[in-house]
């Protein structure tokens, strides 16, 4: 079996998103967000369920940091619920929510646990969208705004942030696929949310330069870099689009290389991205890192009548519950490729993990899940191959500490590696969390 081989100071951690553990959705003041909406829509969340209660973090967060402190890990990536500080988006703040960071950073501090918040995980507040959203150029000096506020509260001891999580997701499955809220089908939305969230991370980054607070701060991304089905030139240029489409249009701003021109000739879409003077001067301001979140790896074959030239084809590898490929291989094509992309950046997995049907309740106190651990020593094992070959990789959080709402798939798909019982909020410690409890101590395999 392949040695796992990492440096001394590896950051290992865990990543968890507010809406999906928090709860407490109507409660000490918190506003409506979007997923709120979305998933009162008939049809649109699997069996009409929601983040309104789901693990109770927001009254249980002491237990779940105990968790995390058993657990060994040096850092915890949470997300800050933009409608728990400004109900309404802006303008009015509400110190309750404030309130519950505060305690939330000061038990992670006292656990000897880093705190890393993520400013936007999905949860843009109601009100926001009823304006018309991240389509709209002012949502994203509604998040410049909001930063301000979260680096003011929190940035005495807070000193990793993340301005954005995974905008692809806030973009195209937002409001060009309409399978996450607000549940929207319109190409030309969806282009335009994709400038107004690198504009945001941009502002968010300028009002932390200019906070003069110390600390660093980063973008987490879900990049797609496919690998052609075969070796066949089309196939390999349909590969190309498809990044272009899916990452370039996000990494080539953060670089300072712009929207991917081949792509937007091919498309005609140029004139769908509404950049303004300066705007793309904002968004490549440096970062101090690149967070990156990584499941799976699609292989693209040439097709002349798809949009962008290309078509996901089937794949010969062992699936996860979400029937995403295992493909640890393509984990550590994506490091290569981003390594090249920003040469000498600091890298951190910002997420990583699988989804297997775990059994509703424990047996005899134990939740088996080998399947989970086969998944998490590939992918760690391509992590420790990028760094032998000197890819800058600095940090690993797992995703997820808890079983917890899985955004249009409620609640039945399980990533954590404690066990949440749904109607009890009982956790429970599965193998996989031993195994990473091991590793992090320098025992793993």
């Given at each position: ?33 979007i ?13 009409g369920?929601?983040?309104e ?30 409608p ?34 993520t ?41 990793t ?42 502002l ?34 349909a ?93 550590l ?19 990583n ?43 690993y ?26 109607r ?13 409890r ?8």
């Amino acid at each position: 079996m392949e040695e796992l081989s990492f440096p001394k100071d590896f950051l290992w951690g865990v990543a968890a998103a507010s809406y999906q553990i928090e709860g407490a959705a109507r409660e000490d003041g918190r506003g409506e967000s979007i997923w709120d909406v979305f998933a009162r829509t008939p049809g649109k969340v699997h069996a009409g369920e929601s983040g309104e209660v789901a693990c109770d973090h927001y009254h249980r967060y002491a237990e779940d940091v105990g968790l995390m402190k058993a657990l060994g890990v040096g850092s915890y990536r949470f997300s800050i619920a933009w409608p728990r500080i400004f109900p309404d988006g802006r303008g009015r703040r509400n110190p309750k929510g404030f309130d519950f960071y505060q305690r939330l950073v000061d038990a992670l501090l006292e656990a000897g646990i880093e705190p890393a918040a993520t400013l936007y995980h999905w949860d843009l507040p109601q009100p926001l969208e009823e304006k018309g959203g991240w389509p709209e150029r002012d949502t994203a000096y509604a998040l410049g705004d909001y930063a301000v506020a979260c680096y003011d509260a929190l940035g005495d001891r807070v000193k990793t942030w993340i301005t954005l999580n995974e905008p692809w997701c806030s973009s195209y499955l937002s409001y060009a696929y309409g399978e996450h809220a607000p549940g929207k089908r319109d190409e030309t939305l969806a282009l335009r949310a994709v400038h107004h969230l690198n504009l945001a991370h941009g502002l968010a980054l300028e009002a932390f330069r200019g906070s003069g607070r110390g600390g660093k701060i980063g973008i987490t991304l879900n990049l797609s870099t496919p690998r052609p089905a075969s070796s066949a030139p089309e196939d390999r240029e349909a590969a190309e689009l498809a990044a272009d489409r899916d990452s370039r249009v996000f990494t080539g701003p953060l670089a300072g290389k712009g929207y991917p021109k081949r792509w937007l000739e091919k498309r005609g879409i140029a004139g769908l991205f509404p950049v303004q003077p300066g705007d793309l001067e904002k968004i490549a301001k440096p970062i101090d890192f690149l967070g990156l979140n990584y499941y799976t790896e699609h292989a693209i074959a040439a097709d002349p009548g798809a949009p962008d030239g290309g078509r996901v084809v089937p794949q010969g590898y062992p699936e996860t519950h979400m029937g995403w490929a295992v493909v640890p291989d393509g984990f550590l094509r994506q490091l290569r490729w981003v390594a090249r992309e920003f040469p000498g950046l600091p890298l951190y997995v910002t997420e990583n993990g699988a989804a297997y049907p775990d059994p509703e309740k424990p047996v005899d106190g134990r939740v088996h899940d080998p399947e989970r651990i086969a998944y998490l020593r590939g992918h760690l094992g391509a992590c420790s191959r990028a760094i032998a070959e000197g890819v800058q990789l600095k940090g690993y959080y797992l995703w997820t500490l808890l079983d917890n709402f899985e955004w249009a798939w409620g609640y039945s798909r399980r990533f954590g590696i404690v066990h949440t019982d749904y109607r009890t909020l009982a956790r429970t410690p599965k193998d996989s969390y031993y195994w990473y409890r091991d590793l992090i101590a320098g025992r793993g395999e």
